[in-house]
């Protein structure tokens, strides 16, 4: 896709903007063909003012038809009779799936009204809409789309996986929590693209193998040496001056840019903070408000002192080895017979 190019999949356009593309995705015609093409598989979208009169009582199931939930007459026998023989004939009919605004996707249960059932469907099931204020069509019609998923070709909304029957896929639904849906596929059809959400295209470079995040930070690959001054180089400033280094009090910096000062002030303070931490509580307190150079200087004395204290006991404990005398006696007697220890 080139830069700055929104196509429409469904109308098989390109727009040259994102506010065009919203325009475009508004009209009548857009609507239309998204309709028709949902609508593909031979299912009818119900009208808006089909709402109780056609469902019929609400003790009725959830997948009777509106026809079979009125009590039956002598008068009507030969219309139901009439009725069947239709069926028969064109069996293709009973295989469209009938949509109820207020029957649950996922238990089938009737909840009176659609805003009943939505709040249903959120309270016992965690199903939620993403980005609501970015549709481009209305409820009625993205829970419509969602019974034609389920009902029509039981498959899952989030996982894509189908079943055999409406049941079967509800249950799955519902045992793995896939009571939802993500933008993307053909739901992406149903928002509209956001100016906040910014693209590959934008933030990738062609060429390198860096990344430029909005947040300012650069991302790259591992294998790609990082760029910056090294350790170990001699290079030291002309003139003579305080360290670059931030102190532990101050965050102001001395001699660095900002996203490198900000990282190592960071690693600076969390090894401090780390080494601190190893003292007692008095310690600590007694140590809490000096600056950084001095607390480096104090804690690299406590580090040099454990290491001398290291070295020294494994000098010791080389020569008890070597002298065959764990207890390090220097007039030890051997009070049993036999060889000695060691």
């Known amino acids: 896709m080139e830069p700055g190019v929104f196509p429409c999949r469904t109308c098989d356009v390109s727009l040259a903007s994102s506010i065009a593309w919203r325009e475009h995705a508004k009209t009548e015609s857009h609507v239309s063909k998204l309709r028709h093409r949902v609508a593909s598989s031979g299912a009818v979208l119900p009208s808006s003012a089909a709402r109780r ?39 293709g009919d009973s295989e469209k799936p009938e949509f109820f605004p ?3 996707l996922f238990c089938g249960t009737l909840n009176g009204t659609f805003e009943d059932n939505l709040k249903h469907m959120s309270q016992s099931h965690s199903f939620a809409i993403p980005q609501r204020n970015n549709l481009i069509i209305d409820l009625g019609t993205l829970i419509w789309y969602l019974h034609l998923v389920i009902y029509g ?44 959400v910014q693209r590959a295209e934008d933030i990738f470079t062609p060429g390198e193998s860096t990344m430029k995040l909005a947040s300012g930070k650069t991302l790259g690959h591992r294998s790609k040496p990082v760029e910056g001054p090294s350790r170990r180089s001699g290079s030291r400033p002309d003139s003579p001056g ?52 001095e607390l480096r200087s104090v804690l690299a004395s406590r580090m040099q002192q454990l290491s001398t204290a290291k070295r020294m006991e494994r000098r010791m404990r080389s020569r008890v080895e070597s002298r065959n ?8 007697k051997i009070d049993v017979p036999g060889r000695s220890n060691g």
């Open 53 to 91: 009169d056609e469902w019929g009582g609400a003790d009725a199931k959830p997948g009777q038809k509106s026809s079979d939930r009125q009590p039956k007459s002598p008068d009507n026998e030969s219309d139901d009779s009439d009725a069947s023989e239709d069926a028969v004939s064109d069996p």
């Open 102 to 104: 207020d029957q649950c």
């Open 153 to 196: 070709y039981q498959e899952c909304l989030l996982c894509g996986k189908t079943r055999k029957s409406v049941e079967g896929i509800q249950q799955h639904m519902m045992a793995k929590a896939h009571c939802r849906f993500d933008i993307a596929g053909d739901f992406q059809d149903f928002y509209e693209v956001s100016n906040d």
């Open 242 to 293: 305080p360290s670059p280094m931030l102190t532990y009090e101050s965050n102001e910096p001395v001699a660095r840019t900002g996203s490198e000062l900000m990282t190592r002030n960071d690693r600076t303070l969390a090894r401090l903070a780390t080494q601190l931490s190893q003292f007692r509580a008095g310690d600590q307190q007694s140590l809490a408000h000096l600056p950084a150079y």
């Open 325 to 332: 005398n764990k207890n390090l006696m220097k007039h030890f």
